[in-house]
């Protein structure tokens, strides 16, 4: 028998008569059963033990047809029946039977990447997932390493080798190894001069793609780390602003337009577009320079009955208007787009040549699981829409409904996180004219690229067919501040306008709320004051605190009005999600009336309690204390509050006093058995 696994199989398939093509390393042979001009069958050699792949018959045929019953998997395929052993350089020992079964041995603590002491002159490295792809990329002529215990370990390992190299990490393809690539980029972050993440052109794995035949420049790229581009201001040519409508909407941008439903945004945005696609005269009597087509993504008209009447009412060329409808699946069903089908879009716009691209509204436009109030979320998906806007000169008009706040800084009074407006060069409001209702006010909240424009009046009317167009009437000498003013704008806290919007879809823990309201620029003792402020100037709990389980997280929720339960000053119903909220007696015994004890946040002062701590009780800030003495401690003051005959009105078990619809029982409770 051959020395090597390599020359076990190749003499196995000349037993055969088969013919063998051998390179030194790398033979392509004939498959069983197929003509001698066959060469679909490729032997690779690699340290200890041989690669194998068909591309004709499935390999674990072809290789039982060569008397190797195991397939991949038979010890044959080794230089030791038994397996291989890796030696790392600190003095792990790593084993592989064939069956792929492993066994640490030696140093198993080591940090040392396998094959670490061997990459010192190399400028590429190649990170892999195990200790086979190193070898199967060494035997291509590579240099390769892989931490210890393959993937979701490398954070485990000594990546130092590795400073200032090129490091292509080979990435398994399937869910486990991508995300452990992922975190080989990240830990490479300060470490590596590049990264780049490959995936094999054939297989699974860089074993595979070796197998196969294929060489280390077939590997496919799947994502690689930007480098800085830089120029110095010297090489920039000096460009003029272009504009769509000159010193309101600039061109190849992102714009918002903000105002309250029923004010007819659409019907001005479809206004503005009749005067592209016509390239006629603006209000102010500057003509449009660049005519084009305009797109629209359209979430609350009707394409026949409202959009195309407007359309039609505006004087727009029609012909020159595309509203898109959906993305079609393979079946031909038709779902609803969303701002993360960007290429889609560009190639639209590109098709089209559009110069404006009308989003009615943003918030129904946003990719699924995007907060419209987290700032990164947000940027993640308008940095692509204004890369987008750029390249193509187009220019975005974001569509947005007002927050629920009142008065306050205009630029924060479009609905979502600030990073929205943060993104446009240019904001623009409807309001209604305080002073005759019927009246339009599109009025300036942000201009980066030119000093603010004159605010501008229009009315809707009846175009004679149904349907309103709009009717400029000239300059307004208000401002987007004016039109929205209010008593509480003297106070100038655009942070009381951001927590009314932020609660109102529900309750949120208050962890989230300090997370959010950094992310916008907010301290957290900002919030806490503008819950305080609201509430004074209410003279009621407009934002409440309140913590449904002891030892449990606090939540924030907002009254949002009619719409919503209130919890006033004297209210006895706790909000919803809220069952388990501790109550008190006031009163003796006979004729005792039960009220919501008002919770407090974590530090606030215990005086309302109508019962005082004796002297010397343990207190929730005592020393040694754990979450379970500090939970007892809260059932006990219950039991001492609560007469027993009141407790089963309250939801509560008689016993053990826990919250029956949300705690069920205690585990020592009788009543548990029972139930």
Not at 26 to 31: D, L, M
Not at 251 to 265: E, Q
Not at 402 to 429: C, Q
Not at 463 to 475: C, D, F, I, K, P
Request: glycine content about 10%; hydrophobic content about 35%; proline content about 7%.
């Amino acid at each position: 028998m051959r020395d090597t696994a390599y020359e076990r199989i190749l003499d196995a398939f000349r037993e055969q008569g088969l013919i063998v093509d051998d390179q030194g390393g790398r033979a392509n042979c004939q498959a069983p059963g197929h003509s001698p001009k066959d060469r679909s069958v490729v032997v690779t050699r690699t340290e200890g033990s041989v690669l194998v792949h068909s591309h004709s018959e499935p390999t674990d045929d072809v290789l039982v047809e060569l008397g190797f019953p195991g397939g991949r998997r038979d010890p044959g395929l080794y230089d030791d029946p038994r397996g291989i052993g890796y030696e790392y350089p600190d003095g792990r020992l790593v084993r592989r039977s064939p069956d792929k079964k492993f066994r640490q041995a030696g140093n198993t603590k080591g940090r040392s990447l396998y094959r670490a002491d061997r990459i010192a002159a190399a400028e590429v490295v190649y990170y892999v997932e195990g200790e086979k792809d190193v070898h199967a990329v060494e035997s291509a002529g590579g240099t390769a390493v892989c931490n210890a215990q393959g993937a979701g370990k490398v954070h485990l390992a000594d990546l130092s080798p590795l400073k200032g190299k090129t490091v292509m990490v080979v990435a398994d393809k399937d869910e486990t190894g991508r995300k452990h690539a992922t975190q080989v980029v990240a830990a490479l972050e300060t470490i590596a001069a590049d990264v780049v993440i490959v995936e094999a052109a054939q297989g699974k794995d860089a074993a595979d793609h070796v197998a196969a035949g294929r060489d280390l420049s077939e590997l496919v790229i799947v994502e690689q780390r930007p480098g800085l581009s830089v120029v110095c201001l010297a090489d920039v040519t000096p460009e003029r602003v272009s504009w769509l409508w000159p010193g309101r909407i600039p061109a190849g941008k992102l714009v918002t337009l903000d105002g309250d439903p029923s004010l007819g945004k659409s019907t001005l945005s479809l206004s503005l577009a009749a005067t592209i696609t016509t390239g006629g005269l603006w209000p102010d009597d500057t003509r449009c320079e660049h005519p084009g087509a305009v797109v629209l993504l359209s979430a609350e008209d009707g394409l026949a009955d409202t959009v195309r009447p407007r359309a039609d009412a505006a004087g727009a060329d029609v012909t020159m208007i595309h509203a898109v409808q959906g993305v079609p699946l393979s079946d031909g069903t038709l779902v609803p787009p969303t701002l993360a089908d960007i290429h889609e879009l560009t190639k639209l716009v590109r098709r089209v040549k559009a110069r404006l691209l009308v989003v009615d509204v943003l918030m129904a436009y946003l990719p699924t699981g995007t907060d419209s109030h987290k700032d990164q979320d947000v940027r993640r998906v308008l940095s692509r829409l204004s890369a987008m806007a750029d390249e193509t000169g187009c220019t975005v008009l974001l569509l947005r409904h007002l927050n629920k706040a009142k008065g306050g800084d205009p630029m924060y009074r479009g609905g979502g996180s600030i990073g929205i407006v943060g993104a446009a060069r240019a904001g623009m409001l409807v309001a209604a004219d305080p002073d005759d209702p019927s009246v339009r006010v599109l009025a300036s909240t942000k201009s980066n690229l030119g000093p603010p424009p004159e605010s501008l009046r229009y009315r809707l009317v009846d175009a004679g067919t149904g349907v309103a167009r709009v009717e400029w009437l000239g300059v307004d000498e208000r401002d987007a501040r004016a039109l929205l003013a209010s008593p509480a704008d003297d106070e100038g806290h655009p942070e009381d306008a951001w927590l009314i919007d932020y609660l109102g879809s529900g309750p949120v823990k208050a962890t989230e709320v300090y997370s959010a309201a950094d992310a916008n620029g907010y301290s957290k003792d900002q919030i806490k004051r503008s819950k305080a402020r609201q509430n004074s100037r209410a003279g009621r709990e407009v934002i409440r605190a309140y913590q449904p389980k002891i030892p449990g997280p606090w939540f924030w929720s907002a009254d949002q009005g009619a719409d919503r339960p209130t919890q006033g000053a004297d209210s006895n119903t706790p909000l919803p999600g809220d069952p388990s909220a501790p109550w008190e007696v006031r009163g003796g015994n006979e004729g005792a009336q039960t009220h919501p004890r008002e919770p407090r946040e974590q530090g606030a002062s215990d005086r309302s309690l109508v019962r005082s701590e004796p002297p010397g009780e343990l207190k929730p800030d005592s020393p040694g204390q754990t979450d379970r003495v500090a939970a007892a401690l809260a059932k006990a003051r219950l039991v001492q509050v609560i007469p027993p005959d009141q407790r089963a009105a309250l939801g509560r078990c008689h016993h053990c006093e826990w919250h029956l619809e949300t705690q069920g029982h205690a585990p020592q409770c009788p009543n548990r058995s029972a139930s």
